[in-house]
């Protein structure tokens, strides 16, 4: 028993490890992971950080704009980092405004550095931007930038072109907000509009920018983010988007407040995602990040690459032809509908071929449940035998084009051949057959016969078909006969072809369309 069972185990492994089936597991550290290679960046919803770095503050809601390390962020499913670094002593230290924040730019890269090695399938987007007053170096700003690069040169992209995921997989992709006399070095948007909504370019991807972070009404900048949060939905696919949902708002005596602005901004994005789970919305860049809020952004693409991936498991299915009917198609199409039901409701709705996978299901329930009285296409047998000099064509299944109706067709047919199809259900009894099919040669029809028998090819005779000449392939005639006996309940049907008078073998005899009992 345990042979058998172990056996069953291994064979329904073998067929479905043919055909896989994507659960599209992720956690919040390799989301990642569930999107192709081939997608730009620019179609990719990217939970972001504004000031990344800034942990600190002398005076309450002045500096601090995340409770997160920026390993936490990483973790939590942040991939958009922005790194405001103040140029001192010829090294990066990180600040917000004045305040230095109790980390230096080494900080920062290790943390990305280690994430990455962690999780390879990953991309992390930074943004460099020089902030403060530069104080005691003796190099450019662009040049310290280079040595920290040149210790880990691997780790990072630079090119001035949005990249396709595949290719950064494992990687920083510096988005550069600094000037620089050697270039491309990473995507440039140093003409980044100040306070305002800006569109910029590079290596020939336009980029819009949603940046006011002066906030005197928290629903006036919702608003500005919440169309751009449309327009990346809607609109310009090629575009990358970054939209700031970040701000402050001047208190008494002109005292910036930046949790002011976050406490109504992210409940607000919150809510847009609740109600939005599917489709591309750019980079989301949030204070106080946190993994749920992040999960509601970069969940987006797993609705779309999941229905991305169900869409081509179908077209993988293909159409249902003899070659393909068997017990193994049945495994891959069971396999394709239960992957099917494990999608959400909003990815389901964006499998456009779904139709697909209903009307092959049902062809292939139609054919493994042949009624005789339905027709029967002649394609669509279980099997075939006999011997000839010939064999390589003995009951060839091919796409016939003769006629105006092109279809399916059982050629290359010579005496002494046979097919046969399982599982006819022919009810309470036929007692006649119509046959759809065309003859090429006059010769070739003469004395020939369709002989229909019962469990195999030498089974019980219930009926003999003879064979007339069409007038060629392309001329198809519809025939019905009288079987000599009844047939009742379900039958293995064989048909066999013969000579009725005597004679020798015959070559392509006919094509047979389809076929139905009445």
């Not at 730009?40 to 000031?51: A, C, Q």
């Not at 920026?70 to 499913?77: D, H, K, R």
């Not at 983010?225 to 949902?245: D, I, P, T, V």
């Not at 797993?302 to 198609?329: E, R, V």
Request: glycine fraction near 8%; proline fraction near 2%; aromatic fraction near 12%.
């Amino acid at each position: 028993m345990f042979k058998k069972v172990f056996a069953a185990v291994i064979s329904a492994s073998l067929i479905l490890s043919t055909f896989s089936i994507n659960t599209f597991a992720y956690t919040s550290s390799n989301w990642m992971s569930s999107l192709a290679d081939n997608r730009s960046l620019t179609s990719i919803s990217i939970p972001g950080t504004h000031d990344s770095g800034a942990r600190y503050e002398p005076v309450a809601g002045t500096a601090k704009c995340q409770n997160l390390t920026i390993a936490e962020q990483l973790s939590a499913g942040v991939r958009f980092l922005d790194v405001r670094c103040r140029h001192i002593d010829n090294s990066f230290a990180i600040h917000h405004g004045n305040v230095y924040q109790n980390i230096n730019f080494t900080d920062v890269v290790n943390a990305c550095y280690s994430f990455l090695n962690s999780n390879p399938s990953e991309t992390i987007l930074m943004s460099v931007k020089e902030e403060y007053d530069a104080s005691n170096n003796t190099r450019t700003f662009e040049q310290t930038f280079d040595s920290y690069v040149a210790g880990n040169p691997s780790k990072w992209y630079l090119s001035d072109a949005v990249p396709k995921l595949g290719s950064v997989r494992g990687k920083i992709v510096l988005v550069r907000r600094f000037g620089a006399s050697s270039t491309p070095k990473g995507i440039n948007c140093t003409t980044w509009g100040d306070n305002t909504t800006s569109t910029t370019s590079s290596g020939g991807t336009s980029i819009k920018i949603q940046d006011q972070y002066v906030v005197p009404d928290n629903a006036a900048k919702w608003t500005t983010a919440q169309n751009l949060l449309n327009e990346a939905k809607n609109q310009n696919s090629s575009w990358l988007y970054l939209n700031f949902m970040s701000g402050y708002k001047s208190l008494l005596f002109g005292i910036p407040s930046i949790t002011t602005v976050s406490d109504y901004m992210n409940p607000q994005i919150n809510t847009y995602f609740t109600n939005n789970t599917s489709g591309r919305f750019g980079v989301v860049i949030m204070d106080f990040a946190t993994a749920a809020l992040a999960s509601k952004v970069y969940s987006t693409n797993t609705d779309q690459t999941a229905s991305q991936d169900m869409i081509a498991q179908i077209n993988a299915l293909g159409t249902l032809t003899h070659d393909s009917y068997s017990t193994g198609l049945n495994a891959k199409i069971a396999a394709v509908e239960s992957s099917y039901a494990q999608l959400t409701s909003s990815a389901k709705a964006l499998v456009t071929n779904y139709s697909t996978l209903t009307s092959l299901r049902s062809q292939y329930n139609a054919y493994a449940n042949r009624s005789a009285f339905s027709t029967i296409q002649g394609v669509t047998y279980d099997g075939k035998g006999g011997n000839s000099t010939d064999g390589a064509n003995a009951n060839a299944a091919t796409l016939g084009t003769e006629g105006t109706n092109p279809s399916f067709n059982v050629k290359g047919t010579k005496i002494g051949y046979w097919f046969y199809y399982n599982n006819v259900n022919f009810g309470s009894g036929a007692s006649k057959v119509t046959f759809n099919y065309s003859v090429n040669d006059s010769n070739c029809a003469s004395g020939s016969v369709v002989e229909l028998r019962l469990g195999s090819s030498t089974g019980t005779l219930v009926g003999s078909f003879p064979v007339q000449y069409t007038g060629g392939w392309a001329n198809r005639v519809t025939q019905t006969v009288d079987l000599s006996t009844s047939v009742s309940g379900n039958q293995n049907l064989y048909m066999v072809l013969k000579l009725s008078t005597g004679g020798t073998e015959k070559t392509w005899v006919l094509n047979l369309f389809y076929f139905n009992f009445s």
